[in-house]
Nanobody
Framework: VQLQACGGGLVQAGGSLRLSCVAS????????MAWFRQAPGKKREFVAG????????HYANSVKGRFTISRDNAKNTVYLQMNGLKSEDTAVYYC???????????????WGQGTLVTVSS
């Protein structure tokens, strides 16, 4: 699976951004998708994930109620809508794909290149 993420940028605290990740090379609708992030000096962590249908979603506690993950299988794209951004959300955000999925980095076989989100306070 080839994954191309985009949509990062600089935003003020309280603002919003929408990340997108386009997949190619496979039947996208077969894959569970997720977003992870890695802040400077920290390990990569799970942010949000959803099943191939998009019906079942799950989130890290730190982003629940602020972030929404969704997908459009017709466009081979997964999204992460981020509202109420905080300085601690500053990180490089990665999309990931796997036939099974989950909330652990080791479970995902394919990764995008990452897109930087910087939240200024």
């Amino acid at each position: 699976v080839q994954l191309q993420a985009c949509g990062g940028g600089l935003v003020q605290a309280g603002g919003s951004l929408r990340l997108s990740c386009v997949a190619s090379g496979v039947k996208f609708s077969n894959y569970a998708m997720a977003w992870f992030r890695q802040a400077p000096g920290k390990k990569r962590e799970f942010v949000a994930g959803l099943t191939w249908s998009g019906i079942n979603t799950h989130y890290a506690n730190s982003v629940k109620g602020r972030f929404t993950i969704s997908r459009d299988n017709a466009k081979n794209t997964v999204y992460l809508q981020m509202n109420g951004l905080k300085s601690e959300d500053t990180a490089v955000y990665y999309c990931a794909a796997d036939l099974t999925g989950g909330d652990t980095e080791a479970l995902f076989e394919s990764w995008g290149q990452g897109t930087l989100v910087t939240v200024s306070s």
